[in-house]
């Protein structure tokens, strides 16, 4: 595939790989690949980091943004970028919503055609990094977890949201 993917207001987090990246790998064909408010932290792998491009993909560095990685290294992909803990709400029991004290709460920016978040919630004129936008109070209950069995090593994680609406996450 020769093509420019964009990855928006996504998260990426706790998945398990034993080769390569845990989070985010393109490969088997070349383009740019733009992120934008987007998390990839909590990802496991045998080698490799939480986003991998190989082959002839490449980070478009000019045009992504405001993304927040589990790995210091990785900042320099997107600029206005941070690295570290995001203060997930309870990411053991899969629950990616912000806590109050995340940087990346508010931290996005936006773009034509930003929606609304997984919850359905509008993001804000400044918008929080991540599939969630920021809510002050009580979360929404934690959707339940689902698995799409993979040909290989593993699989894809997503939710449902109890809507009919699932998630790859």
């Known amino acids: 595939i020769n093509s420019h993917c964009v990855i928006r207001n996504c ?7 034993n080769t390569h990246s845990g989070g985010i790998r393109l490969e088997n064909g070349s383009g740019k690949v733009t992120m934008v408010n987007t ?12 986003v991998n491009c190989a082959d002839n993909y490449v980070i478009d560095k000019a045009n992504s943004s405001n993304c927040f990685f589990g790995n210091s ?4 992909f997107a600029a206005n970028s941070s690295s ?3 203060k997930f709400v309870d990411p053991s029991n ?3 919503h912000l806590q109050e004290a995340s940087t ?5 920016v936006t773009y034509s055609g930003i929606g609304a978040d997984l919850d359905g919630k509008q993001f804000a004129a400044m918008p929080s990094i991540g599939c969630y936008e920021f809510a002050s109070g009580e979360p929404p209950p934690v959707p339940s977890d689902w698995d799409i069995s ?3 090593s593993g699989g894809i994680n997503g939710i449902d949201d109890g809507n009919g609406g699932k998630y790859i996450l």
């Open 11 to 17: 998260t990426v987090a706790d998945n398990l790989a």
């Open 39 to 50: 998390i990839a932290v909590l990802n496991k792998m045998k080698s490799g980091a939480e």
């Open 73 to 76: 290294s990785e900042t320099s």
């Open 84 to 86: 570290g803990d995001p």
């Open 94 to 96: 899969g629950d990616y």
């Open 104 to 108: 990346a709460k508010g931290g996005g």
């Open 150 to 152: 993979g040909s290989g």
